[in-house]
């Protein structure tokens, strides 16, 4: 949990650090909102300064009414009340027209920033997703991300407002008085610099404790989602998941209060210097009107410029203030958009692996010599590690898949068979060595030509709460509209007849999300995913990962027989643990904490009398 706010300083920064942190990410946010809507960038630009310099007339128009009352001239009065009311109404034409852009605006970057952090995340690697450290960035670049850049352009462009104002109101002033100046700057500046420490403070506590917010979220997802609904009731998990979830959000609570208790202490104790600054040139020119040596009209206009001045050099403080909190919350937004292009190869061998691999390596030079030539799939000396393991999931792997060929990979839960499939599909690249398709290395295909050639269901398959033909038809997405192709798709992976039962047929909504929805079985969602994967026509290589598992015997004997019949022509990958499906490969490959300690036939494995032989004899004791 996030310590308390003493334990951890901020390091001092001087003037100059604080003012390049102020401004650092205003040019390329700026460039974010013009992109977004140029028409409504520049209207709001517009207006902003258009504010800037209306008050300034407002200011005139009052001092020349109150010359105007005093001389008794009626006429010069009244044209000077209209001219105010004019410059009042333009005044709340361009605040309400400001409002309305900055709304517009604000909704319209909204959804053009969330479309582009997602777009972020659809190119980046699998192995990001496994990365806890990655979801802490997407989190802190998807909270307020749709607020902040326009809260960052607004002030920015108040700020400009601010300055024009000030300007204005200190070239009327200074010919009362340029001390009155200097009070109404610095009478502002201590409660600004307490805003500016007090955003650095809240904008680190939120950027510590993104991993609890997200375990937070994660509690109230499995406290309010069917997914889990059953498990929570079941076993009696509600009051303890609740229990945590309290104590998370109450925590969190305190250490809100605690910020904005201080935050706002300190900001109204400030702010009253401002006041004291405010009131004492009042009374001074108070006191010099009575004393005949100021008009009534020149202290009104004084009076007001130097209350709208000091208002408008607080607003300039405070929009730097602003500034830099925005600044603070829009570097998680750039960091999390600047992540390192998953297109790149990742690294091999670090020197020290190396070393302990140069047998394995010229093992690997020796397949390279008869594979590269060779059409199919070829896997050179490969190993993998997941992102921040030391442990490999895959070590020393030499296997050659010819075109057309079966292979069934075997082992137990962790060998390392779905992380095979992962590096040939190009989910992952290889750690060390490499895989080659068709005599071409993997990292040299486009990955959307590469990804076509495959067609995969993988064991943890998806339950898309929408219809039951975008369920299969996004087996190929582009395809999702050619009705009679879903249609055979849903023939071959065995959900024809419970296609046929629901209201509805292919446009019948599954799932308990949304209105109307049918929930299925596991083993009828199994078969919408065979559907799923029966899409890819054009695939030449098949993997079915646990594709049965959920089925009873005789749907699992219908669905590998109509397997066997698409298989005809393609390579063929089977994960699983049932040795009547695993027989009817060809080759069967076993894995073993990551490596390769058998391959053949089943009839050649089972004579071998190895780990195979043992794994098949245990599960036909089962059904003796």
């Known amino acids: 949990m996030v310590p308390p706010l003493e334990t951890k300083p901020a390091p001092p920064q001087s003037w100059t650090e604080k003012l390049r942190d102020s401004v650092a990410h205003v040019r390329r946010t700026l460039a974010l909102v013009w992109t977004s809507s140029s028409p409504m960038t520049a209207a709001l630009a517009g207006m902003t300064l258009v504010g800037g310099f209306v008050p300034l007339g407002v200011a005139y128009a009052g001092k020349r009414i109150v010359d105007a009352v005093v001389a008794h001239a009626r006429e010069a009065t009244l044209r000077w009340v209209v001219f105010e009311l004019g410059l009042v109404v333009a005044l709340a034409c361009v605040q309400r027209g400001l409002a309305l852009v900055r709304s517009l605006l604000g909704a319209r970057l909204g959804i053009d920033i969330n479309v582009t952090i997602l777009q972020k995340a659809l190119g980046l690697d699998l192995r990001f997703f496994e ?27 108040g700020l400009v407002q601010s300055i024009i104002t000030l300007v204005g109101y200190g070239a009327l002033l200074v010919r009362f008085s340029g001390w009155a100046v200097l009070a109404l700057c610095v009478a502002t500046v201590p409660a600004t610099l307490a805003e500016m420490r007090y955003s650095k403070l809240a904008f680190r506590v939120r950027n510590w404790r993104s991993p609890e917010s997200r375990r937070l979220l994660y509690l109230e997802y499995v406290l309010a989602n069917d997914e889990h609904a059953k498990e929570v009731k079941l076993f009696g998990l509600g009051p303890t998941l609740l229990g945590r979830y309290r104590a998370l959000s109450e925590e969190f609570y305190r250490e809100d209060r605690r910020l904005y208790v201080q935050r706002a202490t300190w900001t109204q104790v400030l702010s009253l210097v401002g006041t004291g600054a405010f009131y004492g040139a009042y009374a001074a020119m108070a006191a010099l009107a009575a004393a005949g040596k100021l008009t009534l009209g020149n202290m009104t206009m004084y009076v007001i410029a130097f209350r709208q001045g000091q208002q408008a050099f607080q607003s300039g403080l405070g929009a730097i203030g602003s500034i830099y909190e925005h600044n603070l919350y829009m570097s998680n937004l750039w960091e999390y958009l600047g992540i390192e292009d998953p297109e790149e190869p990742a690294p091999l061998l670090s020197s020290a692996d190396s070393t302990a691999s140069a047998s394995a390596v010229a093992s690997a030079s020796r397949l390279a010599s008869t594979t590269t030539s060779t059409t199919g799939i070829a896997l050179e000396d490969v190993g993998f590690r997941y992102p921040g393991k030391d442990a490999w999931a895959l070590r020393h792997v030499n296997l050659v898949v010819p075109r057309g060929d079966s292979v069934a990979l075997v082992g137990e839960n962790g060998a390392g068979k779905t992380t095979l499939v992962k590096l040939m599909t190009r989910l992952y690249e290889p750690s060390e060595g490499r895989i080659v398709l068709d005599g071409r ?28 033909r975008e369920n299969v ?65 054009d695939a030449d290589i098949l993997v079915l990962d646990e594709p049965t598992a959920a089925l009873d015997a005789e749907a699992e004997h219908a669905v590998f027989e109509r397997f066997r019949e698409l298989a005809e022509g393609r390579t063929t990958i089977v994960i699983s643990h049932r040795f009547p499906t695993v027989r009817m490969a060809r080759q069967i490959i076993v894995l073993d904490h990551g490596t390769i300690v058998e391959s053949g036939t089943h009839d050649e494995l089972v004579a071998r009398g190895g780990k195979y032989a043992h794994m098949f004899a245990l599960q036909a004791e089962g059904y003796r």
């Open 441 to 468: 290395d993997l990292r040299e295909w486009p990955r959307d030509t590469l990804r076509r050639r495959f067609g995969v269901l993988f064991q943890d398959y998806n339950q898309y709460q929408l219809k039951v």
């Open 131 to 157: 990365d806890p450290e990655f979801y802490d960035k997407l989190t802190r670049a998807r909270r307020e991300a749709s607020s902040r850049p326009i809260a960052l352009v607004t002030e920015s462009f």
């Open 473 to 537: 038809g996004f087996g190929s997405v582009e395809d999702l509209d050619d009705v009679p192709r879903i249609q055979r798709a849903t023939e071959r992976g065995g959900a024809g007849e419970l296609v046929s039962s629901l209201a509805g047929g292919l446009d019948a909504p599954l799932g308990r999300w949304f209105q109307n929805g049918t929930e299925l079985s596991g083993g009828q969602w199994q078969k919408i995913a065979l559907a799923r994967a029966f899409m890819r026509e």
